[in-house]
């Protein structure tokens, strides 16, 4: 623009302004506006900075590098060792519905998700938390350990995996028996536990299940299996499935002695587990929500060339469908076992 029209025209101040903070396009571009007074360009100008700074980049002009931030390094340079960790355990996420919640608070609802009611995967020792009276009870058998007799190597040997997972856990196999009292019954429940190598039916399993039918036996007491396994462990091989027809024998000692048992099916249920014993109970029942089969339904689907019906699996399914007797919360867990015992003792 000619200078004489400059000095005629409103935006005058404004043009002069801009030519003395040796400004970039962006702004210049604001120069026919009379109403962006010198004061909104510098304001405009360092929110352009600012936003160079967050993004860890150097700002081109003079004014930038007096800034009231400035990023001295770029990028992140904590070391991982140096990092701060939330501590692990204390925050829990419904893997069903997101739901964030501790620890704590999901521990008091027995693991049982506050908002849409998601069974949460848990371990033996939270199931005899949740059953036997005062959390006193009996571990039995756990001097039965597993061993590699046919030294069977996948990623690793089935030896090192078993001191590995022994080492990790606390627990000394894929079930614990634990003995005591469930309101005014005694009882011994046997229930897996998941992180052992998949709660998978070894050669420790059947011989503990097949101790425990012998206990029961001895002291006319019901026998309950909460069952949570991937199904046989093929480290193991045809010794993990002779388990399934000795587990089927013990158990009709039980009913010959007519002494209840009770197969509580979790998710997830499958392979072997729930083409014996698990099916075997003289109550079928299961937890709501969950995966209870024989072949997973991937394989399934691509075995029949044909899509799945929904809930395909889920114990809603096989209640409709005759499998189970009835779906139990865990809220509700023991009241039920208690009550049906005492309707089958009477
Ligand atoms: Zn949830």
């Given at each position: 623009?000619?200078?004489?029209?400059?000095?005629?025209?409103?935006?005058?101040?404004?043009?002069?302004?801009i030519?003395?903070?040796?400004?970039?396009?962006?702004v210049?571009?604001?120069?026919?506006?009379?109403?962006?007074?010198?004061?909104?360009?510098c304001?405009?100008?360092r929110?352009?900075d600012?936003?160079a700074?967050?993004?860890g980049e150097?700002?081109?002009?003079?004014?930038?590098?007096?800034?009231?931030?400035?990023?001295?390094?770029?990028?992140?340079?904590?070391?991982t060792?140096?990092k701060?960790?939330?501590?692990?355990?204390?925050?829990?996420k419904?893997?069903?519905?997101?739901?964030?919640?501790?620890?704590?608070?999901?521990?008091?609802?027995?693991?049982?998700c506050?908002?849409?009611?998601?069974?949460?995967?848990?371990g033996?020792?939270e199931?005899?938390?949740?059953?036997?009276?005062?959390?006193?009870?009996?571990?039995?058998?756990?001097?039965?350990?597993?061993?590699?007799?046919?030294?069977?190597?996948?990623?690793?040997?089935?030896?090192?995996?078993?001191?590995?997972?022994?080492?990790k856990?606390d627990?000394?196999?894929?079930?614990?028996?634990?003995t005591?009292?469930?309101?005014?019954?005694?009882m011994?429940?046997?229930?897996?536990d998941?992180e052992?190598?998949?709660?998978?039916?070894?050669?420790?399993?059947?011989?503990?299940?097949a101790?425990?039918?012998?206990?029961?036996?001895?002291h006319?007491?019901?026998?309950?299996?909460i069952?949570?396994?991937?199904?046989?462990?093929?480290?193991?091989?045809?010794?993990s499935?002779?388990q399934?027809?000795?587990?089927?024998?013990?158990?009709?000692?039980?009913?010959d002695?007519?002494?209840?048992?009770?197969?509580?099916?979790?998710?997830?249920?499958?392979?072997?587990?729930?083409?014996?014993?698990?099916?075997?109970?003289?109550?079928?029942?299961?937890?709501?929500?969950?995966?209870?089969?024989?072949?997973?339904?991937?394989?399934?689907?691509?075995?029949i060339?044909?899509?799945?019906p929904?809930?395909?699996?889920?114990?809603?399914?096989?209640?409709?469908?005759?499998?189970?007797?009835?779906?139990?919360?865990r809220?509700?867990?023991?009241?039920?076992?208690?009550?049906?015992?005492?309707?089958?003792?009477?």
């Amino acid at each position: 623009m000619p200078i004489d029209e400059v000095k005629k025209s409103d935006h005058f101040i404004v043009a002069l302004k801009i030519e003395n903070l040796e400004n970039n396009a962006k702004v210049s571009q604001e120069t026919g506006n009379p109403y962006l007074s010198p004061s909104k360009i510098c304001l405009m100008k360092r929110e352009e900075d600012f936003e160079a700074n967050l993004s860890g980049e150097e700002g081109t002009t003079e004014e930038t590098k007096s800034s009231w931030f400035k990023r001295i390094k770029k990028g992140i340079l904590t070391s991982t060792a140096e990092k701060k960790e939330t501590p692990e355990g204390l925050w829990t996420k419904c893997p069903s519905c997101n739901y964030i919640c501790t620890v704590t608070e999901l521990r008091e609802n027995l693991f049982v998700c506050p908002k849409d009611g998601h069974h949460h995967r848990i371990g033996s020792d939270e199931y005899f938390e949740i059953l036997f009276n005062d959390n006193k009870y009996e571990v039995l058998f756990e001097n039965i350990r597993s061993k590699d007799f046919l030294h069977f190597t996948d990623l690793k040997s089935y030896q090192k995996r078993l001191e590995e997972t022994w080492h990790k856990t606390d627990i000394t196999d894929s079930i614990r028996i634990g003995t005591g009292q469930v309101r005014e019954h005694h009882m011994v429940v046997g229930c897996m536990d998941f992180e052992f190598i998949g709660g998978s039916l070894g050669s420790v399993m059947g011989e503990r299940i097949a101790r425990a039918v012998d206990y029961c036996l001895q002291h006319k007491t019901p026998l309950m299996i909460i069952c949570k396994s991937g199904g046989a462990r093929m480290m193991e091989s045809a010794f993990s499935l002779m388990q399934l027809a000795k587990v089927s024998a013990k158990l009709s000692q039980l009913t010959d002695a007519r002494i209840p048992y009770i197969s509580l099916l979790t998710d997830p249920s499958f392979g072997g587990i729930s083409a014996s014993f698990g099916m075997l109970g003289d109550l079928n029942i299961a937890e709501p929500g969950a995966l209870i089969g024989f072949a997973g339904p991937r394989v399934i689907r691509e075995t029949i060339k044909k899509d799945l019906p929904e809930g395909f699996q889920r114990s809603e399914f096989l209640l409709e469908h005759g499998f189970l007797d009835f779906i139990v919360s865990r809220k509700e867990l023991k009241h039920k076992i208690a009550t049906v015992l005492t309707l089958l003792k009477n």
